[in-house]
């Protein structure tokens, strides 16, 4: 986290001694919640490194997901240009909002949304949510209480199915089989403990090989693992 103790120093508590908070994910950039900080629930949330709120109705602290599992992970905290608002930049656990939605700004009255760039994100999400909290007849802890070596043994059946899906030609089949895929490799790093920002840094530290060391590599016979040459 990027906020030690005289974070505190720069925000502006109102009468009430409460400061209002953003919880926005740190990979989706979804606004998730708002809630209120008073001093000490700040000061717990930069030293535990989890979000911890003033309850205003009860007059207590709570740490975000303490009794759902749906904990925040603060990746950092910011305060705006009058240091009257934080924001908290988090890594969600499950849902934020009380209902089970991702997010606690949707309307009731509107069918939930995914985007399309965040939907291996939502998807691994409710995975290892699942793997918090079994729900009964579920196939993803069905594969969990199975173990790694089913786990494994599906991700290769599911690629060997891409690969006969591509080679009869026909695209529809193809994505398909690419999704079913993508949701056991999930279900695997769920189980690995791997996560898509571990997928993402490693990604990116691949940019940036030259293209003689490439060239190299290939005349050795081997496969460059760098974007360069893609």
């Known amino acids: ?5 005289t974070f505190i120093d720069n925000v502006k508590f109102n009468e009430q001694g409460l400061v209002p908070c953003v919880a926005q994910d740190y990979l ?10 008073n001093e000490e ?14 309850s205003r ?34 890594e969600q656990i499950g849902p934020a909002c009380h209902t089970g939605n991702r997010t606690c700004f949707f309307s009731p009255d ?11 994100l939502h998807d691994y999400y409710t995975i290892a949510d699942r793997k918090i909290h079994p729900v009964e007849g579920s196939y993803t802890n069905y594969l969990f209480d199975k173990g ?5 043994k599906k991700v290769g059946e599911e690629s060997t199915e891409v690969i006969v899906a591509a080679k009869n030609g026909i695209n529809k089949d193809t994505s398909n089989e690419i999704a079913d895929l993508l949701y056991h490799l999930m279900v695997l790093m769920v189980e690995e403990g791997v996560t898509w920002e571990d997928v993402f840094d490693n990604l990116i530290g691949r940019i940036g090989m030259k293209s ?11 496969t460059p693992r760098k974007v360069d040459d893609i």
């Not at 790694?148 to 494994?152: A, E, F, P, R, S």
Request: glycine letters at 6%; charged letters at 25%; aromatic letters at 6%.
């Open 1 to 5: 986290m990027n906020a030690d103790l």
């Open 28 to 37: 989706t950039k979804d606004v998730l919640m708002l809630a209120w900080m």
């Open 57 to 90: 109705s009860r007059q207590k602290l709570w740490k975000k997901g303490e009794t759902s599992g749906h904990l925040q992970k603060v990746v950092s905290l910011h305060y705006d240009c009058d240091g009257d608002t934080v924001l908290a930049i988090v």
């Open 110 to 120: 509107e069918p939930q949304t995914i985007s399309k760039v965040n939907i291996l």
């Open 212 to 222: 003689e060391k490439v060239q190299k590599i290939m005349k050795n016979g081997e």
């Open 148 to 152: 790694i070596d089913k786990i494994c």
């Open 41 to 54: 629930s700040l000061k717990m949330t930069i030293e535990s490194g989890y979000a911890t709120y003033f």
